[in-house]
Antibody
Framework: EVQLLESGGNLVQPGGSLRLSCAAS????????MNWVRQAPGKGLEWVSV????????YYTASVKGRFTISRDNTKNTLYLQMNSLRDEDTAIYYC????????????????WGQGTMVTVSS | QSVLTQPPSASGTPGQRVTISCSGS????????VNWYQQLPGTAPKLLIY???QRPSGVPDRFSGSKSGTSASLAISGLQSEDEADYYC??????????FGGGTRLTVL
């Protein structure tokens, strides 16, 4: 079964760091752009970042640019999100999601989602 | 404040047809395709409509999407109790980011 499984969420103090992982299975991981989407408690969805299949192209939402880094290891079928200088407003469930269309990062159609991992930023 | 604008709530009775609107701008909906997601309580979002009006395998044909200019709509016909959920529109923006609507909570009365 095609699947994404996130891990790494935790409680962290403001200014701290955290690395999220997303393990993919049962599809050709390197063919697809991969995204992170977050949802603050009781709020809507917010796109965070995307990385191309090769890892060579990345885009970020403005509020995380310079603080978060998306990357992938295609030999391990794993997506990452390195989060530094964390703020209260980064508290959310973080989902990894597969881009529907191969060969491009500029899509907002995500056909496979993980179950999410909770990040809480609080002192 | 979300880049795409949706009504916060919608409602209908079983069997009815309801529509949810999504308004954007030339840099997102006006120049890129629109996608819709359904999120049931406590679960991850599910792709409902892609490329403005295409349904992934397994999505009932009661769900349909359309786009005109800088706006899009999701229509649900033959409303059922299990359709009660949050619905989000999404598009790529030419400023090189993905954007979502704020979400619409659908209540089946």
């Amino acid at each position: 079964e095609v699947q994404l499984l996130e891990s790494g969420g935790n409680l962290v103090q403001p200014g701290g760091s955290l690395r999220l992982s997303c393990a993919a299975s049962e599809f050709t991981f390197s063919s697809y752009a991969m995204n992170w989407v977050r949802q603050a408690p009781g709020k809507g969805l917010e796109w965070v970042s995307v990385v191309s299949g090769s890892g060579g192209t990345t885009y970020y939402t403005a509020s995380v640019k310079g603080r978060f880094t998306i990357s992938r290891d295609n030999t391990k079928n794993t997506l990452y999100l390195q989060m530094n200088s964390l703020r209260d407003e980064d508290t959310a469930i973080y989902y990894c999601a597969r881009g529907l269309v191969t060969g491009t990062t500029r899509v907002s159609a995500f056909d496979i989602w993980g179950q999410g991992t909770m990040v809480t930023v609080s002192s | 404040q979300s880049v795409l604008t949706q009504p916060p709530s919608a409602s209908g009775t079983p069997g009815q047809r309801v529509t949810i609107s999504c308004s954007g701008s030339n840099s997102n909906i006006g120049s890129n395709t629109v996608n819709w997601y359904q999120q049931l309580p406590g679960t991850a979002p599910k792709l409902l409509i892609y490329n403005n009006n295409q349904r992934p395998s397994g999505v009932p044909d009661r769900f349909s999407g359309s786009k005109s200019g800088t706006s899009a709509s999701l229509a649900i016909s033959g409303l059922q109790s299990e359709d009660e959920a949050d619905y989000y529109c999404a598009a790529w923006d030419d400023s090189l980011r993905g954007v979502f609507g704020g979400g619409t909570r659908l209540t089946v009365l």
